[in-house]
């Protein structure tokens, strides 16, 4: 088509104009004139390049697609890849209409040796964007360059994602038929670009294929990103067993790489552990690899059952820092697993270790089950005193009901050794209802306890015998008669009373009070020495003259 040279030249001007629109302008009128001279086309390819101006890169690529020169291809592949979408659909559009290519031009780009001219044709075919493009596209992996992969992706890029159903099962398969495992050993860049063409596919189906490249004979950078693309494939859905117990069998393997055991745990991690694999799964928590134990730990807290449950607990006590906190969140995560660390609560030894479950399962108590409160109330019966406090505090926490019981259960347990003169066993469980907070009661009948396995040694100064502590802290309690309760408790004479007011009188200030009271009892004693005894106490106290 002819022109007026001068006003086709004055627009061509207007391309490099300061003002945005106006080279807009210029560029939607050449698209009108399709001039066909070179001087017009070397100013909007020169255009398609203005990285600061989107909407003259689209503009020029639909004037260059008007006068759909031979160089179209050259001109505006770059554009295919352009950071704004509109500019993309622009160079598709343009080169999928086919002006300027004719598929005889596409076939013979493709069979060229020149990788530049295989490049523009994968480009327009991605361009055209159908099912045989697609197919011409793939066939470029057999007899490839890294220029060539990468250009396959790029067209591929695009269209994969946007595939369902029985055409995405479909660009699968063509995929896989692609997969040449002699090539792939020897060629790392082509497993690369199979990989990621796979993982482009939004299907189940793709998880075959991938698993495949994992298992192959492929390099490690190859296996690896089939197993993180495969978690993509897998992730949400139940791709049955095979997938799962492949993965197993890598990461049990002891000659399995380091740099594959990341990819496959990471992998495995988002799938359901199988019943039947559950015993190897739990054998891999003695693994030497800490990605494998701790992977092994998050799959066992998939599993709601008391061996996975069991394992969890004792993976806990005995791991390093960071295997308890992923033991503990995996516990918490089931019935089963929670129940376990109730019941793991009264045989720790550790109160640090018994604090650290009661904070796990703190969150959760609104939400326990009946068995697993019947089972912290247990713990506390058998727990050392420190961690019996823990877990009555903690059961306050579920609503009070739970700790009453469990408080009621050690007290009356505790009577009961007490009652039958155990005053060890009986002071043992009264310190750990003492333990998880004030409670006068206990700590009197714990006192006593003390006090009647008292060797009793009189001394001056302060004395170490614990039923000193325990009952000189009464003298703070509101509403108790600690004299009047000592009077009255049977198994407590009169010499234990004297030894009690000697002694708390030796001690601070807090106490002498206490033990001056307690003298001034036995000074009315029937007993005329012990009588003597502790008024001659009193006067040095200055309590008589």
Not at 13 to 25: C, G, V
Not at 85 to 112: H, N, P
Not at 127 to 142: C, D, V
Not at 150 to 173: Q, R, S, T, Y
């Amino acid at each position: 088509m002819q022109h007026d040279e001068t006003t086709v030249s004055r627009v061509v001007a207007l391309l490099e104009d300061e003002a945005a629109h106006r080279r807009a302008a210029a560029a939607v009128v050449l698209t009108a004139l399709a001039p066909e001279d070179e001087d017009t086309l070397e100013a909007l390819r020169k255009a398609v390049r203005r990285a600061d101006d989107p909407e003259l890169r689209r503009r020029a690529a639909e004037a260059i697609g008007a006068i759909a020169p031979k160089s179209i291809v050259n001109d505006l592949r770059p554009l295919l890849k352009d950071a704004v979408i509109e500019v993309r659909e622009a160079a598709k559009t343009v080169l999928a209409s086919g002006r300027g290519v004719t598929a005889e031009d596409v076939a013979r780009m493709l069979e060229a040796k020149d990788d530049r001219q295989r490049v523009s044709a994968i480009a327009v075919l991605g361009a055209m964007g159908n099912r045989e493009a697609r197919r011409s596209i793939l066939t470029q992996l057999s007899e490839g360059s890294a220029r060539i992969y990468e250009a396959v992706k790029d067209a591929l890029e695009p269209l994969l994602p946007k595939l369902e159903g029985a055409e995405a099962e479909a660009a699968v398969e063509e995929i896989a038929a692609r997969i040449d495992r002699a090539r792939i050993a020897e060629d790392e860049k082509l497993g690369l670009t199979v990989v990621a063409l796979l993982s482009l596919v939004t299907h189940e189906a793709a998880a075959g294929p991938l698993l495949d490249l994992c298992r192959a004979n492929a390099p490690i950078p190859v296996r690896a990103a089939a197993m993180a693309a495969l978690r993509g494939a897998v992730q949400g859905r139940k791709p049955g067993q095979r997938v799962f117990k492949e993965l197993l069998e890598l990461v049990e393997a002891p000659g399995t790489p380091k740099a594959l055991l990341g990819p496959a745990t990471d992998t495995l991690v988002v799938l359901d552990v199988p019943l039947a694999l559950e015993p190897r799964v739990r054998k891999l928590l003695g693994a030497d690899e800490t990605v494998v134990r701790r992977w092994a730990l998050k799959g066992l807290g998939r599993l709601d059952s008391a061996p996975a449950a069991k394992a969890l607990v004792e993976a806990l006590v005995t791991g390093d820092a960071t295997d308890r906190e992923i033991a503990l969140d995996a516990a918490l995560s089931t019935n089963s697993g929670k129940n376990a660390l109730a019941k793991a609560m009264g045989k720790l030894t550790e109160a640090d270790k018994a604090t650290f479950i009661a904070r796990g399962l703190r969150p959760h108590l609104g939400t326990l089950l009946q068995a697993t409160l019947h089972a912290l109330e247990e713990a506390a019966l058998e727990a050392t005193p420190e961690v019996a406090g823990v877990i009555i505090g903690l059961l306050k926490g579920s609503g009070g009901e739970n700790a009453d019981r469990a408080h009621e259960g050690l007290f009356d347990k505790a009577m009961k050794l007490k009652r039958e003169g155990r005053y060890g066993d009986a002071a043992d469980l009264f310190k750990r209802i003492v333990s998880a907070g004030v409670d006068a009661e206990a700590r009197y009948q714990l006192g006593v306890c003390e006090l009647m396995l008292s060797k009793r040694k009189l001394a001056r100064g302060s004395n170490p015998d614990p039923c000193l502590s325990t009952l000189g802290g009464l003298s703070r309690a509101r509403d108790f008669s600690l004299l009047d309760r000592l009077r009255e408790e049977p198994g407590v004479d009169e010499d234990a009373l004297y030894y009690l007011g000697f002694s708390l009188a030796e001690g601070n200030e807090g106490s002498q009070g206490l033990g001056g009271d307690i003298l001034m009892a036995v000074a009315e004693s029937e007993n005329a020495k012990l009588a003597r005894m502790a008024r001659n106490k009193l006067t040095t106290m200055g309590w008589m003259d």
